[in-house]
Every structure is written in C-alpha cells, then in structure tokens.
C-alpha cells in the first residue's frame, strides 16, 4: 500500500453513460497525476495538477475527459458518454516535489470496463 | 506515445536465478526509473537513476544507465517467486514543468519454483 486510494477499484458501464472516478493522494503531496492503461502497455500520461492547478493535459485526454482537483487535495476523473474504447486501467499517481527529482506514488487503479 | 521499449516482452527463469530486463528510450532524459506491476494492481516504485549516473543498487536489484546509448538493463539477483511481475522502466524527458512519466510496454517476468 503507498499511500494513494482510489475509487471505484472496478467500474463496468455501458456505452454512454457518465462515470466518474476518485483518487486521494498522500496528504502532503502537491502534485497529482492521472494514467490511463490498457492490457498488456505501459501506462500512459493524461493529466497532471500542481496543487488544484491543472497543469497539462495529454492529447489523449479527449473533450469528453475532465479531471479537477478543487482544494488540491483528492482528485476526480470524469468521462463523459463512454466509448468501448475507453475501456482500460485508470491510474493516480502523487508526489512531493522536493528540489529536482521527484518519486511518484501509484495508487492500485481503477478499472473500467465499458460494454 | 511510449518511448520505452523494454526487451525481452516476456522472460521465464528458475527461482534463484538471474533476471535481466532490458529498456531502450528515445530522447534526452533527466532521470530513468523502474517499476514493478502485480497483475492487476497499481505499480510500485523500484528505483531511479539519475542522467549523470551510471550504475545504482537496491538489495537485489541492480540498474545500469547508458545514455549514450539510451539504453538501461534491470538485473533482479537470486530471483524468488515473489518477484513473478510485470516491470517497466519510465523515463523522465528533460522538459521543464512536470515530471511526467514516459512508459514502456514492460517485461512480464515469470520465476518458477
């Protein structure tokens, strides 16, 4: 366990429906990401805060993706009329930025599953 | 897009052998990590070797770091069953702003017993 909770674990939807995910980080840690893994990849960027700030947004983060962290503190990722292709392994991460490097905490994921 | 490429995709070895996972990335990075990857759960953090570094332990784990190849090797000595996983390697491009993770496809490693 690092630290980092998120929820649902498991997440079945179908086509078109709203869902939306939580994630709450180590409690001092001013940074939060959002991942997104399908089977058999490696995780891949979507999005990132500093504090509540959103700072970047990966290209695979569609119209109908949006992710806020209101305080900075727990964050949500909301997509919108899923698509089967949405499908995967949504995954947080957080870390405290000290000088240069950094360590990112992953929390155990969300997976959806969209039929 | 994924700019590691790990090697072997797959690796099956006895418990208490070597296991070497090797990782391959494209552009300049700030520092180069590895993780490990239950089957279904989130990843954990192994260890992280900076640019300037070429060689980093961990008890049983060992990192190499080649920039001038852009290359790194795992090695996991005296392998346990426990260490059955998938493993990526993440590289951290030199980039201002986020330390954002760039991922391979990772090495599924079997150890029998």
């Known amino acids: 366990d690092t630290g980092v909770s998120q929820n649902p674990r498991h997440k079945i939807t179908k086509r078109g429906q709203n869902v939306t995910f939580r994630c709450d980080p180590i409690?001092?840690?001013?940074?939060l990401y959002w991942y997104r893994q399908t089977l058999g990849q490696g995780p891949e960027f979507l999005t990132y805060f500093q504090n509540e700030a959103q700072l970047e947004k990966s290209r695979l983060l569609s119209d109908r993706f949006s992710a806020e962290r209101p305080k900075g503190s727990f964050s949500t990722l909301e997509i919108q009329r899923t698509e089967q292709g949405d499908s995967a392994m949504y995954l947080c991460?957080?870390?405290?930025?000290?000088?240069?490097?950094?360590?990112?905490?992953f929390g155990p994921g969300t997976r959806l599953l969209v039929l | 897009s994924q700019q590691g490429e790990e090697d072997p995709q797959a690796l099956s070895i006895q418990e208490g052998e070597n296991a070497t996972m090797n990782c391959s990335y494209k552009t300049s990075i700030n520092n180069l990590q590895w993780y490990r990857q239950n089957s279904g759960r989130g990843l954990v953090h192994l260890i992280l070797i900076r640019s300037n570094e070429r060689e980093k332990h961990s008890g049983r784990l060992r990192v190499t770091l080649d920039t001038s190849k852009k290359s790194s090797s795992l090695l996991i000595t005296a392998s346990r069953a426990a260490d059955t996983a998938s493993y990526f390697c993440a590289t951290v491009p030199v980039i201002q702003g986020a330390q954002k993770l760039v991922f391979g496809q990772g090495t599924r490693l079997t150890i029998n017993p």
């Open positions: 409690s001092e840690h001013n940074r």
């Open positions: 991460a957080s870390s405290l930025v000290v000088g240069v490097q950094e360590t990112q905490y």
